[in-house]
């Protein structure tokens, strides 16, 4: 079903919201003669900062640029705005207080508190039973550890309650507090059988079940604009919608692809790399790979693996920046496409490469464990480096393809990428010949293409919609194809 040229009966535009740990954007999605059209209204970096007590976001900073946006977006649609809707990236979390302010930045996964956190955690529940739990992979940057982490650190803030940050930004917004679905697994304090809460989890992390959000499944409309935008008349009565909050469920949202035969990259600071499924995989085998099985829209599981992603590349760039040359990202890719193939591949999910700093660094530190001659870490061999992140990355996607399809039984024939990742033609090409898969570029904003099909199917439920079926989204998602 392709709703063609078919816009809403209520004419009024839509705003998503989209987080990223590199970048920060609000997006406006206006009808003209019934055919949509979206534009990026605001974009704004977005890093992580060293701070006396460990890596944290700068939340005043994110929450100034997204009310700038969200001003523009009211000057921009003198028609008035129907809903907002936020997603972003997983696993960080706000402490509030009770008036529903935050008391602190948050820290940012990357921060190694969650070392020690880990091997603690591990010690009260062992993995093999939090995998039994969840059915979600383990990573050190999950909620759990990070909330176990300020237990171990006696924080002060133990006893306030805490909200994911999409669910956040939607709190501040006027939106009850909630945990999204798609993103509460991400916590990997779900219980894998029935989407709630799992208390044996909240038990082992010693946290205090009260202080969780009440779980919502994307979709879900949780209250209306109030404060500042409130008075502004585009704000009048516009609908606060948690959409898949998770932004890797809504990329996969954005994809309009039908059939059992594809996967997919979302391809950014991270590669995540996957399918979507009916039901959870969560065998020894899969497990033992450490796959993982987030919620999905309309009741679907995303079964896919956490792999290194462009972050590789970006810490480089960082490195030369500092030593006088800034490389360009096009620029790079395409001198990177014209070198020699590299000697060997990296192990991209080495934990080393996990951290911030030093990066090509650490990569000479692995090749010359591995075996392997260093590569000149001068800005003007870049491109040698490049070519070498982006071989170990196709053919990093390649391995973890192919036990995707031994795990479902799926015969993989169409591999989509969206994200920033896809419009990296090199890599693309990698990809294609490392995996011999069809692979077909998606949207580069495909989270804010998800994030706008939530919401329009949301919408369609005339009255407050608790959840969205994925075949309407879906048929969203093809409605807004190529329109950003």
Not at 20 to 36: H, I, M, T, Y
């Amino acid at each position: 079903m392709k709703l063609e040229n078919k816009a809403p009966d209520d004419p009024r535009a839509l705003v998503a919201i989209d987080l990223g740990a590199e970048s920060c954007r609000v997006s406006l999605l206006r009808w003209s003669d019934g055919k949509p059209r979206i534009t990026l209204v605001k974009r704004f970096a977005n890093a992580p900062r060293s701070t006396s007590e460990g890596l944290k976001w700068d939340l005043a900073c994110i929450e100034e640029g997204l009310m700038e946006g969200l001003r523009a977006c009211a000057i921009q649609a003198p028609e008035g705005i129907r809903s907002i809707a936020v997603d972003g990236w997983a696993v960080d979390y706000v402490r509030i207080d009770d008036t529903g302010k935050a008391v602190d930045d948050p820290f940012c996964y990357r921060d190694e508190r969650t070392i020690a956190a880990e091997l603690a955690l591990h010690r009260r529940c062992p993995p093999e039973r939090l995998r039994d739990l969840t059915g979600v992979q383990l990573l050190r940057i999950n909620t759990l550890y990070q909330l176990h982490a300020d237990q171990l650190a006696g924080s002060g803030h133990c006893g306030l309650r805490w909200l994911n940050l999409p669910e956040y930004i939607l709190h501040r917004l006027g939106a009850r507090p909630v945990a999204e679905l798609t993103n509460a697994t991400h916590s990997q304090m779900i219980r894998l059988g029935d989407g709630q809460w799992s208390d044996e989890v909240f038990a082992a992390g010693e946290l205090d079940p009260a202080l969780r959000p009440d779980l919502v499944p994307p979709g879900t409309q949780v209250g209306r604009v109030t404060g500042e935008l409130a008075q502004l008349a585009a704000y009048a009565d516009t609908v606060l919608i948690a959409p898949a909050c998770h932004d890797t469920a809504s990329a996969i949202a954005g994809i309009p692809a039908d059939g059992n035969d594809w996967a997919y990259i979302s391809s950014g600071t991270w590669s995540l790399v996957g399918t979507t499924l009916d039901q959870p995989v969560n065998h020894q085998a899969a497990c033992e790979d450490n796959f993982t099985n987030l919620a999905a829209v309309g009741g679907r599981v995303l079964f896919h693996k956490n792999v290194n992603g462009m972050w590789l590349l970006r810490q480089c760039m960082n490195d030369w920046a500092e030593q006088g040359k800034a490389w360009e990202i096009g620029e790079l890719v395409d001198a990177a496409a014209a070198t020699p193939c590299p000697q060997g591949n990296l192990s991209v999910d080495d934990p080393e490469l996990l951290l911030a700093g030093h990066m090509i660094q650490r990569i000479n530190a692995q090749r010359i464990q591995s075996g392997f001659a260093p590569l000149d870490e001068r800005p003007s061999h870049a491109p040698e480096v490049a070519s070498l992140i982006l071989h170990s990355l196709a053919s990093r996607y390649a391995e973890v393809l192919d036990r995707i399809a031994l795990h479902t039984g799926k015969k993989l024939r169409r591999l989509f990428i969206v994200g920033g990742g896809s419009q990296n033609q090199l890599l693309r090409r990698l990809t294609a010949e490392a995996t011999g898969l069809d692979v077909i570029t998606g949207s580069r904003e495909s989270s804010t293409i998800g994030n706008f099909a939530v919401q329009l199917a949301s919408l369609e439920c005339k009255s407050d919609c608790n959840g969205v079926l994925a075949k309407s989204v879906s048929a969203w998602a093809l409605c807004l194809e190529g329109v950003l």
